[in-house]
């Protein structure tokens, strides 16, 4: 370096001077330049070094600022992944919880439809046994009781959601009635209920039970 080469420079003058084989001579003055000029470049020499142990550090600490950002980084990607496979599992826990909401649901229906359908075919039996009752004489008492139970039943029915089938004069619908006769008749349209012959029952607006339905046939059926 030029501090460097003028320290040797500046060596080898002294060591010249110094030897008796080779002496020159300077003034006071010069010599007071000289090593005025050594001092400084001591003082160089030393501010440089001290210059180049803190570049070196700042170099070290940028290294380790470098480093802790790309841990850094690494961390927030990695929590970043962490949170979106939360938000997955989350999500599809409430997936899970809401269709395994509505599986049940779907199995208590099912359970109630068939003990509704149970009752309904002793709610009929009573009917029918009613309707004995009706033709036999001093059986007032025992058809009052009857009657009783009945009522209670179609209150019980009717707070289940269960109602009856108004079929009569309707289409025959096969998603709702069974067709158990069917009749000759060029008064009614084709496929009209003409009669009710087993009573059919909703469930909150879903078939339960189908309507047992006498439907009408045309006589003729005339081609163009």
Known sequence: MVFEDFYD?????????EDPYSKITISKN???????IAEKYGTLVK?????EAKKSELHRQLEEMRDDGRKLKDLEEKTEKYLNSLV????????????NHRENERYKMRIKEEILKKLIKHYEDLQR???ILET???????KKGFEMIMKNFEKF?????????????????PYKHEALMVEANDNLPENTIIEELD??????NAILKPAGVKVSKLKFNIKN
Do not use: H, T
Not at 199 to 204: A, E, I, Q
């Open 9 to 17: 420079e500046f060596s080898n003058a002294r060591r010249s001077l």
């Open 136 to 142: 036999l004489e001093n059986s007032e008492q025992v």
């Open 199 to 204: 009573k059919g029952y909703y469930f909150n």
């Open 47 to 51: 501010k440089f070094k001290d210059i």
């Open 88 to 99: 997955r599992v989350q999500a599809d826990f409430e997936n899970y919880k809401k269709s």
């Open 157 to 173: 029915l009717e707070v289940e959601g269960v109602r009856e089938m108004k079929c009569e004069g309707q289409k025959f619908d």
């Open 129 to 131: 046994a009613l309707k």
């Open 30 to 36: 010069q010599y007071r330049q000289l090593r005025e």
